[in-house]
């Protein structure tokens, strides 16, 4: 892509190279070559040679969420796409019809060129093909955007997605009302025509339960008019003891469209997500219009995923499926159309309420009714389907109050994603339901970002996403890639959510069309190595928090361990009621799930969704009643003593759930506590301990797996948000980490960056677990293995390491035990056998500050055509090193720059010497070359790179290159859209140092 151009010195020269971003050479990555297949165990001699770590294969690297502009594709280009993806070392694709950039629909053509069309099978069946060769999956939306909907459905449709609106008019006591029944108090869509009317009620107004936007009504009071409607119209005489309201429901479409449509002709219109119905609508679509033969078996050889996005169903009103009051007479043994006023909605808010307690449980019975509705024929239903034709379901299981966990149990793989989830806590409810269910993967739409198309960072990224692996995530789909052109698209190519209403949109679109696309293959090696360590072996987990509650993308955490738990180096996810009734729901020696997540304990407290009442239905505090007498640990946090139904009780059925509760308080591995700081003692009297430890509170996060005897434990420095107040900062203390070996156990580093498996040089072991020191910079992450000698191949596997030492650093090298420090001397190691060593380095030169650059940047600039990009080449020399915001040759430039400086070493300069290149700060991507020789890739959120063995007495040549986003071109190409983004301050930046050491082995 970017061939040379001869330079003939000077501070600047304008050169020329136009790029097609579209064609197949517009990168110089090669493909990994890995096999498709899934995160093999940490087992056996085969392993031995690090290539599970070094080389992960295509089945776990990160995918793209792959966005076309409906069918108006060519499978030339998809084919080409395919193969930019493969070459850039990423597992896959997802490919979604999403196009908000584009405000005029009709230049699609959706006559022709439709989602579902002709032009988009073709498409797809090119994609399949491609990636067949390639060995990446291919994954398919179940419609045209979201949510999922069906070309040619109507809105008033029975499978169309329905509402429940009300009316309302006051009557004063005593009043007789004579009219038509109310009308709904908010038309319907455009679209919808046809509505039937459910129910008319009267209902006493009583202002002592009214709260400030709802209308207090006495439930006793409800009297039920249906019956007395008369071609469309009512007579009712209110009684004298009190103020009435007259309440109509409604039932009618949502004439709800796929997000940014139309996608097709005719037009798609969104399900019901709460019928078999509204399933088979899907489905049957699919079946006829799509899934030819070609197609099906291109489809199971691919063995790839049906995906479904966040459940936004929108309306004003409540949703709703015809089938309601029978599914919730059927649950509860109740009528629903009593209850209706405590339920209805306007525009999201509720708008009548009963006393509290009543209000609370008839909305938590609706909406767990709601959730068995959407999880048996939406979730599962879709799943079985999926299975039928040789493919899975990956699903965001969210977006209405319905039981997430549970919806994640069903799935085969459940999604979040970083734009919509607030904390880690809401991954942590799916990573609950994806291990009690055995389930493996726990995905993440990542790195979406509110107006940061083009100026996303790759750090950004990463910053983003390292504790939502430490959260349960370990499947990356990023957001996003771009289909190369479509029409009115201008420089750098289409892109879905660019301009998003006339500014920068969602970030990002990636790709050739990007200067850091160049580096990318860095990204997705990290990125596959990390979901390599989190798809191996079976999670570990401390304790399971019992949410009454399956709701997620709440940000709603667990008290206790969420705000100080963590901190210490506690885990948990989080379980629903459904759950419990699992398989792996059993006990074996004192640990629940004892094949999975094996935790230590159960925790229980009030339900933070209705003001944190301690609420267990009684069939749940059955369950754990069961549980614990069979030996698993709880604390209850909260006067469970006197817990109430999170519903409306039965007869006698508070009582019941009392005396079920005052069993389990009696039990003693049973701890009740009031308040929540107590909660770290009660665990400490069950004699539980978290599986990693912190020498003192930290910002560190941890997820653990157990892959036979060996123990590998991911590490972070950061939490899911980056508005974090106060900033992360820097960590360096010890840790203690929990092992599952018996015998001689070794702890190795395992290095996401460059794929290398080395044994840890320095460290304490006792009955607990072994104890290492940590050091992260901000967001920085780390894989520690524990696991027999020789676990990687290596020469060091039986030989000493050391406890302590004077110098800076001990290490492992091919040649033994080492130590290494910034100035000479003698230093003095004591070894895990007791000995001493003393070891004598000699003089090590002063850090070295470079004075002098070349900077030649290849700076891009608009083609004539929307995907090609003109390069223009620069050659500057530097005195300093500044942004480029900040050199005004540079100051509206993006594309890629080459530093290179020289610095003399010292004639005494020997194998014993090596140095440390630190970058200071440098933005985005790079890479470093030393005397001709690439570097493996370094940490991008720690850019200090290790020289040793590459330098030499005398003149060394060090280059570093650097790759930008696109935003500081685009502000001043394309003011319209971008101009009011901020010049961002890319490029090298430093301040950058040699900084020098000294290494010796031990005698």
Not at 625 to 638: D, I, T, W
């Amino acid at each position: 892509m970017h061939k040379p151009i001869p330079q003939r010195g000077g501070i600047s020269r304008r050169a020329v190279l136009t790029v097609t971003l579209a064609a197949g050479a517009a990168t110089a990555l090669t493909a990994t070559g890995a096999p498709r297949a899934g995160a093999v165990p940490l087992t056996g001699q085969e392993q031995s040679a690090g290539a599970w770590f070094t080389a992960p294969p295509r089945s776990v690297r990160p995918k793209f969420r792959w966005w076309w502009p409906d069918g108006l594709v060519d499978p030339t280009e998809i084919a080409r796409e395919i193969d930019q993806i493969a070459d850039a070392g990423f597992g896959g694709a997802e490919i979604a019809a999403v196009h908000h950039s584009i405000k005029d629909k009709s230049v699609l053509d959706t006559a022709q060129h439709g989602w579902g069309s002709t032009p988009w099978r073709e498409g797809v069946e090119a994609a399949l093909r491609q990636a067949a060769r390639r060995g990446l999956t291919v994954d398919l939306t179940l419609g045209p955007s979201w949510p999922a909907a069906v070309p040619g459905l109507a809105p008033d449709d029975e499978v169309a997605a329905r509402e429940l609106a009300y009316g309302r008019t006051p009557v004063a006591a005593g009043a007789t009302y004579q009219g038509p029944v109310p009308e709904p108090v908010r038309e319907a869509a455009d679209g919808a025509t046809r509505r039937s009317l459910l129910a008319v009620q009267a209902a006493r107004v009583n202002p002592a339960h009214a709260t400030r936007k709802e209308t207090g009504l006495d439930l006793d009071s409800v009297q039920d008019l249906t019956e007395t409607v008369r071609n469309g119209t009512l007579t009712w005489t209110a009684p004298t003891d009190g103020d009435w309201v007259l309440i109509s429901y409604w039932q009618r479409g949502t004439a709800q469209q796929p997000e940014s449509g139309p996608h097709s002709a005719p037009a798609a219109y969104v399900v019901d997500h709460f019928s078999p119905a509204g399933t088979a609508a899907i489905t049957g679509f699919w079946e006829r219009a799509v899934l030819t033969g070609t197609v099906r078996r291109l489809l199971k050889a691919a063995g790839g995923a049906f995906f479904e996005d966040s459940i936004e169903l929108e309306t004003d009103a409540l949703v709703w499926t015809p089938a309601l009051p029978d599914a919730f007479r059927k649950k509860t043994g109740r009528s629903l159309l009593p209850y209706l006023p405590a339920i209805v909605l306007d525009n999201s808010n509720q708008v009548f309420t009963f006393d509290a307690q009543t209000t609370r449980q008839i909305r938590h019975d609706f909406w767990q009714t709601v959730s068995e509705l959407f999880n048996t024929h939406h979730v599962t239903a879709l799943r079985d389907w999926a299975h039928s034709l040789g493919m899975q379901l990956r699903s965001q299981p969210y977006g209405l109050q319905t039981d997430a966990i549970a919806s994640a149990a069903i799935l085969d793989t459940a999604e979040g994603e970083s734009l919509g989830f607030k904390n880690l806590d809401d991954y942590r409810c799916l990573a609950g339901g994806r291990d009690m269910a055995g389930h493996t993967v726990l995905s993440c739409e990542s790195g979406a970002y509110n107006g940061s198309a083009y100026s996303t960072t790759w750090d950004r990224f990463l910053r983003t996403m390292g504790g939502a692996y430490a959260a349960g995530v370990n499947q990356t789909v990023v957001h996003g890639f771009s289909y190369a052109a479509a029409p009115g698209a201008r420089w750098p190519g289409f892109a879905a959510f660019s301009p998003y209403n006339g500014a920068p949109g969602y970030g990002e679109s990636w790709g050739p069309r990007q200067p850091t696309w160049r580096h990318v293959e860095d990204i997705a090696d990290y990125l596959g190595r990390v979901h390599q360590v989190l798809q191996t072996g079976t999670p570990r987990a401390d304790v399971a928090v019992f949410r009454q509650t399956g709701y997620t993308a709440t940000g709603i955490g667990a008290s206790w361990f969420t705000a100080t738990g963590v901190p210490l180096g506690w885990t948990h996810q989080f379980l629903s009621g459904p759950l419990l009734d699992l398989p792996s729901a059993r006990v074996s020696d004192g640990h629940l799930a004892p094949d999975g997540p094996a935790y230590k304990a159960l925790f229980v407290e009030g339900d933070f969704f209705y003001s944190s009442t301690p609420t267990l239905a009684l069939a749940d505090a059955r369950k754990l009643l069961s549980l614990a007498r069979a030996g698993l640990p709880m604390v209850l946090l909260g006067a469970f003593d006197q817990a109430l139904t999170p519903g409306v009780p039965a007869q006698d059925e508070s009582a019941r759930l009392r005396e079920v509760l005052a069993s389990l308080l009696a039990l003693p591995h049973t701890k009740a506590v009031t308040d929540k700081s107590a909660v770290g003692e009660a665990l400490t009297a069950l004699g539980i301990t978290p599986d990693v430890r912190y020498a003192r509170p930290s910002t560190l996060l941890n997820a653990h797996r157990v892959t036979g005897d060996t123990d590998l434990y991911y590490l972070c420095n950061g939490k899911h948000a980056e508005t974090v107040k106060p900033p992360v900062a820097a960590i360096d203390h010890d840790i203690t980490l929990r092992r599952t070996r018996r015998g001689r156990t070794v702890p190795y580093l395992l290095d996401p960056w460059t794929g290398d498996a080395t044994r840890i040089g320095r460290y304490t072991e006792n009955a607990d677990g072994i104890t290492l020191r940590v050091t992260l910079q901000p967001g920085q992450a780390t894989v520690i293995a524990l696991g027999r000698p020789g676990l990687f191949g290596d020469r060091n596997g039986n030989r000493q390491h050391a406890v302590d030492s004077t110098a800076d650093r001990v290490l492992f090298t091919d040649r033994g035990l080492a130590v290494r420090a910034a100035t000479g001397g003698t230093y003095t190691t004591g070894l895990f056998e007791g000995r001493t060593v003393t070891t004598t380095l000699p003089p090590v030169p002063a850090p070295i500050t470079p004075d002098r650059w070349q900077l030649d940047v290849a700076d891009w600039h608009p083609g004539a055509e929307p995907t090609t990009t003109e390069i223009v080449r620069r050659t500057l020399a530097l005195d300093a090193l500044l942004p480029w915001s900040q050199i005004p040759e540079l100051a509206d430039s993006a594309g890629i720059g080459r530093y290179r400086t020289t610095v003399t070493l010292p004639a005494d300069w020997t194998a014993a010497h090596g140095a440390y290149l630190e970058l200071g700060t440098v933005s985005d991507t790079f890479r470093v070359t030393v005397n001709g020789t690439p570097l493996a890739p370094a940490d991008r959120l720690r850019p200090v790179v290790d020289l040793g063995g590459h330098l030499r007495p005398g003149a060394n040549t060090i280059e570093v290159e650097v790759a930008t986003p696109l935003i500081n071109r685009l502000r001043v190409s394309q003011p319209s859209v971008f101009g009011t983004a901020a010049r961002q301050a890319y490029g090298l930046s430093g301040p950058v140092r040699l900084v020098p050491y000294a290494q010796a082995r031990l005698s």
